[in-house]
């Protein structure tokens, strides 16, 4: 069984948006799959009609090529265990809901939902199982001929798994341990339902599990107490041999307190829980996503990677490749992973530095161009060099860097009264000369020439710094001097010091 080839599958309900601790799911799988030389399926579980949203499985698909997780099979990436959409598999599931009826696992129920809803008042904590099947309408306690007629004349019916009571369940999970569980706290799942000759998630879901060849079922928390069902239809089934590995992680929490992440507190603390933005269909709601909102995607995984793993060390700073390489489902937490949007801007930033200028330069150029402005490609990269570390998100560098790109058309009131002295103006206007005669306008040569002149005229060093500085920038920021003035080159260098005498004369 150890020789089992690693196959796992990401296997979403396309009922919405995906919620971002469904991306945490799908990248362990990931993560887990590569690591194993092993294959990442993608399956759409969308046999529950009534919750069915247009465009989630699209935009499921969009996400994950946005963060360049890629799937070696399932819809829209082919394979040959299809169809991976779980509406498309009709036949093979009422062929297995057959295969267990026949050999008495299963059984056909015909109680209606008001039926069911009276046993519910009549009988607390009401459960549908061995305690109380045979006082129920089923072919378990109506004779065979008016089960047969009842179904010839149409009358719809469900099929119950037959879960057979007070039996210690083992449930191997990879991150929890032995996990046991007890049948009788179990009901008989609906598995299939005549009405729409569909099956339910139970079935649908081990059954692909099995017909796919998964070997780990990794996935939310959530689903834990179906685990058990998992195990006792895998055996219903005679598939003992091939029974997936668990391993059920963590839930994301929320930031502050307790309880699980919800999209409300995305709203109401200003961090969106969706990779991409989402356009409700049905209500008209735009909810922000991690790409509109400027994250790139290196970001969020290393971000997600940790929330509920970790490599055993410090390090926080990983790659795509270093994940693969370290990550370990032995070392994901029992216990729920606090959910610290700050630190998913941490991650952000960090992404930034690390990323190559002329990179960083391809993602501001749609910002600058926004703003009107169409600088030389060299220029935008040495700009973003220079700020790049004073951000979190990109679209930030505009607020930081526009003085490159556009020069002051007024001054800042407080620096202005801090930092223009009154001999600033003539100070000023001397600088300008200097610079002027100068034939190397390199950051080295204007720094060295100016320092010589502010020494050898005894003037004073911050005071000639503040005010060119408020001339160039236009308030009291920004980096080093004379890489601002080396970027702005000697026409434009000129003409802000110039014109800022004028104004603030
Ligand atoms: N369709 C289920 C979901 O959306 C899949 C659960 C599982 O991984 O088995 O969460």
Known sequence: MSERKVRVRFAPSPTGALHIGGVRTALYNYLFARQHGGDFIFRIED??????????????????????????????????????????????????????????????AFDTPE???????????????????????????????????????????????????????????????????????????????????????????IVDDHLMEVSHVIRGEEWLPSAPLHVLLYRAFGWEDTMPEFAHLPLLLKPDGNGKLSKRDGDRLGFPVFPLEWHDPKSGEVSSGYRESGYLPEAVINFLALLGWNPGNDQEIMSLDELIRLFDLHRCSKAGAKFDFEKGKWFNHEY????????????????????????????????????????????????????????????????????????????????????????????????????????????????????????????????????ISAVLGKEETLRRIRRAVEVLK
């Open 47 to 108: 046999t529950d009609s009534n919750r069915f949203v247009p465009g989630a499985e699209e935009y499921i698909i969009e996400s994950f090529k946005w963060l360049g997780l890629e799937f070696d099979e399932g819809v829209s990436f082919g394979g040959n265990h299809g169809p991976y959409r779980q509406s498309e598999r009709r036949d093979i599931y009422k062929k297995y809901v057959q295969v267990l009826l026949d050999n008495g696992k299963a059984y056909v």
């Open 115 to 205: 039926e069911l809803e009276a046993k519910r008042k009549e009988i607390a904590n009401f459960q549908y199982d061995a305690s109380t099947r045979l006082s129920m309408r089923n072919s378990l306690s109506l004779p065979k001929e008016e089960v047969d007629a009842l179904i010839a004349e149409g009358k719809q019916y469900v099929v119950r798994f037959k879960i057979e009571p007070n039996e210690d369940v083992h449930v191997h999970d990879l991150i929890r341990g032995e996990v046991v569980i007890n049948s009788s706290i179990l009901d008989d799942k609906v598995l299939y339902k005549s009405a729409d000759e569909l099956p339910t998630y139970h079935l649908a879901n």
């Open 352 to 483: 930034i530095l690390r990323k190559d200028n002329a990179e960083v330069a391809q993602l501001f150029l749609p910002i600058l161009k926004e703003h009107g402005i169409d600088a030389p490609m060299d220029k935008v990269i040495t700009v973003v060099g220079l700020m790049k570390d004073r951000v979190s998100f990109i679209k930030d560098l505009w607020e930081t860097c526009k003085f490159f790109f556009v020069a002051p058309t007024e001054y800042d009131e407080k620096t202005r009264k801090k930092r223009w002295k009154e001999d600033s103006p003539e100070r000023m206007l001397e600088l300008a000369d200097v610079l002027e005669a100068l034939d190397d306008f390199s950051l080295e040569h204007q720094e060295e020439v100016v320092m010589k002149w502010i020494a050898d005229k005894g003037y004073h060093l911050g005071n000639i710094m503040n005010a060119f500085r408020l001339t160039l920038v236009g308030e009291g920021k920004g980096p080093h001097m004379f890489d």
